[in-house]
């Protein structure tokens, strides 16, 4: 089913990633972590539908989206975030393969963290606290970063932040990408949940060196972004 939306409100996250709020269609329903294929809705563009993940909770008013742009891809992402409120946008029902089975290491590439945005705000929400879980994230530079600041004042969300393209990381960043010793460091081998979420052959590669590191197939939940 097509549901129509109205942007209210689009702000800068980062230098290329944007929050968009919505209205909600009545009744519309979808869990934390699940996505949804979106499409804006003019001329030329309701074919070019792209998948995002909602942002917002279940609960919420609104519907909500952190778009990262890629003005170098098909420009989709790129005239995103050239939306203005009052402009429409249209969506599909809710679905995804990330779903919050319990504390354990979030692992993020890019835009790949954007599942995880919900799945523990609902969880802190309901909790208080995020004790006992980790997010690792990888970008390619300290600003490409989405929402740093928000994820290090999550009570009990401890953070690691590393960076593949800078030889001049901040405070709190590291260096080098994301590999099986990283993941044991954080516990992936400790039998808790592994989150993995990111470019394809990302999650392939940590789905695999997440096991050698000694996490069970069984507790690894993974969505790919193509």
């Avoid at 504390?103 to 004790?131: D, N, S, W, Y």
């Avoid at 690792?136 to 970063?145: A, G, M, Q, R, V």
């Avoid at 960076?163 to 992936?188: E, F, Q, S």
Wanted: with cysteine.
């Amino acid at each position: 089913m097509t549901h129509t939306l109205t942007l209210q409100e689009i702000t800068p996250v980062t230098h290329d990633t944007y929050h968009l709020k919505f209205d909600r269609p009545e009744g519309y329903a979808f869990e934390p972590g699940q996505a949804t294929d979106f499409a804006i809705a003019k001329d030329g563009w309701r074919d070019k539908e792209r998948p995002f993940t909602f942002t917002s909770l279940p609960e919420d008013a609104g519907l909500e989206f952190v778009i990262k742009s890629y003005p170098d891809h098909d420009g989709v992402t790129e005239e995103i975030a050239k939306m203005q409120p009052g402009d429409q946008a249209q969506i599909g029902d809710a679905w995804g393969a990330i779903e919050d089975k319990g504390p354990g290491l979030f692992v993020a590439g890019g835009a790949g963290v954007t599942p995880f945005i919900a799945i523990l705000k609902a969880r802190l929400k309901r909790e208080g606290t995020l004790q006992g879980s980790t997010l690792l994230f990888s970008n390619k530079t300290e600003e490409d970063i989405i929402l740093r600041e928000t994820f290090e004042e999550m009570d009990g969300l401890r953070t690691h932040f590393t960076v593949t393209d800078t030889k001049t990381p901040g405070t709190g960043v590291d260096v080098g990408m994301i590999d099986g010793n990283m993941l044991a460091d954080h516990g992936a081998g400790t039998g808790a949940w592994v989150y993995l979420c990111g470019p394809k052959p990302m999650v392939e590669a940590l789905s695999e060196a997440a096991q050698k590191a000694g996490a069970p197939s069984d507790r690894i939940v993974h969505e790919d972004m193509g």
